[in-house]
């Protein structure tokens, strides 16, 4: 693979890209070395960026957090989260896991009920529910064996479920915890429905290009630290695809990362050492 020392050698094969958040921009609590700037320059050289993450929450929300961590909206062009492409998509009604029902659980992290703002559903308990969206992991406080215990008697019913958070891995202060795609894994694992949204799946790299005016896929790199998400996605969507070694991968060594790969049957273009 090719080994690059920074983004901007990629302006000679690419003018949009799409960007991963978690681990590739910033750790969830601080932001990475030259990362904003980076985006910057990508910008200046007249690529588009999209920020494209597997996060279960809002665009909105997302945008504030980076402009905490001094990454601002004028660094990217377009923020789109898998959470957002959940919304857009229960508005219009292109979910049919969700066509007439009016009460859900609700799994998010962080108090957030944003997801439903505006939408015809109310979250409601476990024993009420008619459809489960599971946005965001608890992971780092709570055990899958207490989602199972509260999941199953949904499964049982045959409650329908989204998964709009793919990570099955996220990032906390207190180092890596089990994300949202493990208790998706965990319901069907249950015998329960799940309809995925979010990288590596197509919806998102749809929202993407329609965003910036359907660029040909070609013309895009996506770029992340995640083989599982952002180059499998990438690789699937028809657009260049490159790995950086922080995040979830951080200090893993070729070996680890051409194991991974082959697992998955991809293989990006190259690697950053970071988003720089």
């Keep these: 693979m090719i080994q690059l020392q920074n983004v901007d050698a990629l ?5 949009v890209f799409f960007v991963d958040q978690f681990g590739t921009l910033h750790n969830g609590t601080r932001p990475y070395p030259g990362a904003a700037a980076a985006l910057r320059r990508l910008r200046a050289a007249g690529g588009r960026v999209v920020l494209l993450s597997n996060s279960g929450k809002r665009a909105a929300i997302n945008t504030q957090r980076l402009m905490r961590l001094d990454i601002m909206p004028d660094a990217y062009d377009v923020m789109l989260t898998s959470g957002e492409v959940a919304f857009r998509m229960l508005a219009a009604g292109q979910i049919a896991a969700a066509r007439g029902v009016s009460r859900c659980l609700l799994l998010e992290r962080d108090g957030d009920g944003s997801l439903l703002d505006g939408l015809n559903l109310t979250a409601v308990s ?18 899958l064996a207490w989602y199972r215990d509260l999941l199953a008697p949904l499964a049982r019913r045959a409650v329908p479920a989204l998964c709009i958070n793919p990570d099955r891995t996220m990032l906390t202060p207190n180092g890596l915890a089990f994300g949202a795609a493990r208790i998706g894994e965990t319901y069907a694992a249950l015998g329960g429905d799940v309809t995925w949204i979010g990288k590596p799946y197509p919806a998102i790299y749809d929202a993407a290009r329609a965003a910036l005016g359907n660029p040909a896929p070609a013309r895009a790199a996506g770029i992340g630290d995640s083989i599982e998400h952002d180059i499998v996605g990438a690789r699937r969507a028809g657009c260049g695809a490159w790995l950086v070694r922080t995040g979830i991968i951080d200090g893993w060594d070729d070996a680890a990362i051409a194991a991974e790969c082959s697992r998955y049957g991809v293989t990006p273009d190259g690697v950053l050492e970071r988003f720089a």
């Design 126 to 143: 476990a024993d009420a529910a008619q459809l489960l969206i599971i946005a965001g992991s608890e992971g780092d406080r709570r055990t």
């Design 11 to 15: 302006l000679a094969a690419h003018d």
